[in-house]
């Protein structure tokens, strides 16, 4: 069980291009998902806090108005790089909580997307 | 803030050596404690955690303990396997104040067996 999909797992697209990656829980109802940056043989930061119904809260640093993110459903939350540059091309990996914030459940993976702008 | 601290790597053993990879945390309150395993290519998986003190997290051979005393999360197993070749990462996540649930991660240990 626990089981959180991305999609896609790599894209590649011109500078200028909007992408759209989608995190789908598909076993349970994720109130809360969040949304990584990794970058080549580092760690994962945190970029936002995706919530259910409600406005995403971002990291410091983090752009809003570049990394779109909206979480409709129970089951889906979608992270859109708008007009997306060379310096955007990282590995991104969404994350869902199953339970709630403060019910101290692991947070689930998704096999993370590859982004590549050229 | 909250901070998590791995051993450097890379490590590099044998099939059937012992491995341990240290991991210290600093957190403000009392955090959940967690290993996480991320493969080429693909997202983390959840290896094993430890929600209080002196709790004992386990799975498909490893082993970790919360050690309060010592903010320390050391991850262990017995004898590595080929298919063990992985990058683990240590992680805390606050349980109060406005970073609650929040994942904090370490800089990751690159584990590589031969066989």
């Known amino acids: 069980g626990a089981v959180v999909s991305q999609h896609p797992s790599r894209v590649i697209c011109k500078s200028g291009t909007s992408v759209k990656i989608e995190c789908r829980s598909l076993d349970f109802q994720a109130t809360t998902m969040f949304w990584y940056r990794q970058f080549p043989k580092q760690s994962l930061m945190l970029m936002a806090t995706?919530?259910?119904?409600?406005?995403?809260?971002?990291e410091q640093g983090v752009e809003k108005d570049k990394f779109l993110i909206n979480h409709a459903s129970l089951t889906l939350s979608t992270l859109t790089v708008t007009s997306a540059h060379p310096e955007d091309s990282s590995f991104y990996i969404c994350?869902?909580?199953?339970?709630?914030?403060?019910?101290?459940?692991?947070?689930?993976f998704g096999d993370g997307t590859r982004l590549s702008i050229l | 803030g909250n901070s998590v601290t791995q051993m450097e790597g890379p490590v590099t053993l044998s099939e059937e050596a012992f491995l341990t990879i240290n991991c210290t945390y600093t957190a403000t309150g009392y955090p959940s404690l967690f290993w996480y395993v991320q493969y080429p290519g693909e997202g983390l998986q959840l290896l094993l955690k430890?929600?209080?003190?002196?709790d004992k997290g386990s799975n498909k051979g490893f082993e970790a303990t919360y050690r309060k005393e010592t903010t320390s999360f050391h991850l262990e197993k017995g004898s590595v396997q080929v298919s063990d070749s992985a990058v683990y990462f240590c992680a805390l996540s606050e349980t109060g104040g406005t970073s609650y649930g929040k994942l904090t991660f370490g800089q990751g240990t690159i584990l590589t067996v031969h066989p």
């Open positions: 430890a929600t209080k003190a002196d």
């Open positions: 994350s869902a909580l199953q339970g709630s914030l403060y019910s101290n459940q692991p947070q689930h």
């Open positions: 995706s919530n259910e119904g409600s406005k995403a809260t971002y």
